[in-house]
């Protein structure tokens, strides 16, 4: 949260949003931060395309540590289902249960084993009953276009309203709507439907600017130097239409792999002894040693 005199209190304009993420570490761009206001201040899910490893987790992390909220997450995957998103019966729980009235009533009703206290919560459920005086949970709803079409269709409906009937117990409703993210891969394009409820943003790759600010503040044991030569020659490696464009994960990740091997500086033994921590295909591999590693930093 931000502090004004000396009080918390969650950002309610784009600079403040702007001045939060970046109190998070997290370097972000105008649009970004204009997308992030409106999905809080219309209470909108915020729905975030882009390619993998730009930073798109990274926004509803960052966005729970600003509001001080827990984070709850759903990590989407094909064969997803209410079970594991929603809820399920604790049956270990059941079946002890109804042993143990056998034993003390010699008797057993539904009532005694559908109840809220053997049920286990999974995200979605957890979001909804998080949602307490006023304090609403971050629901990262993760790479949703892993999951399939018919778990998407279900998402639009609890989406609408948040609550969730359960036949045994009842509807159980958010006194407040979870600030929701929810982010795709775009493996598949995800129905419309959805995304018109949503605030929509692409996080592309950061351009050369933005990558070096990122260094500087993800890693900044790295040298002025060296963050702007690793910032070049990620931008070429993404403008040579490999089959798996480094993101910026692999950014920081090619500046830790250069500090362990006490690297100050980028040059073709460097590219050619690190390349498989930043690209993680064969193929693109070869593509760049074809083109000769010397083109990433002349």
Request: charged content about 30%; overall charge negative; some cysteine.
């Amino acid at each position: 949260m931000l502090t004004i005199d000396g009080m918390a209190t969650d950002p309610t304009s784009v600079d403040d949003v702007l001045t939060a993420l970046e109190s998070q570490g997290y370097v972000s761009d105008r649009s970004l931060a204009v997308a992030v206001h409106l999905a809080l201040e219309m209470g909108r899910p915020l729905f975030l395309e882009g390619e993998a490893g730009v930073g798109k987790t990274e926004v509803a992390k960052v966005l729970a540590a600003v509001l001080e909220t827990p984070l709850i997450r759903l990590q989407c995957y094909e064969g997803l289902d209410v079970a594991q998103a929603l809820y399920e019966w604790d049956y270990a729980r059941q079946m002890l249960e109804i042993r143990l009235l056998e034993v003390r009533e010699g008797r057993v009703s539904a009532r005694d084993i559908m109840t809220r206290d053997f049920l286990l919560a999974r995200p979605l459920l957890q979001a909804v009953e998080a949602s307490t005086n006023g304090h609403r949970p971050v629901l990262l709803i993760d790479e949703l276009d892993r999951a399939d079409e018919e778990f998407e269709a279900f998402l639009l409906e609890l989406l609408s309203d948040f609550q969730v009937t359960i036949p045994e117990i009842g509807t159980i409703r958010a006194e407040e709507p979870p600030v929701v993210v929810i982010t795709s891969n775009r493996t598949r394009e995800i129905h419309d439907a959805l995304k018109r409820r949503c605030i929509y943003h692409w996080i592309d790759y950061p351009d050369f600017e933005r990558e070096v600010a990122i260094l500087a503040t993800k890693a900044p044991e790295v040298s002025s130097d060296l963050a702007h030569e690793l910032a070049r020659a990620m931008e070429r490696l993404r403008g040579m239409g490999l089959f798996k464009p480094p993101g910026v994960a692999e950014t920081l990740d090619w500046a830790a792999a250069l500090g362990v091997l006490q690297r100050q500086h980028l040059d073709s033994d460097a590219i050619e002894e690190t390349l498989g921590v930043v690209l993680k295909y064969q193929e693109d591999i070869a593509k760049v040693a074809e083109a000769g590693a010397e083109q990433l930093i002349s």
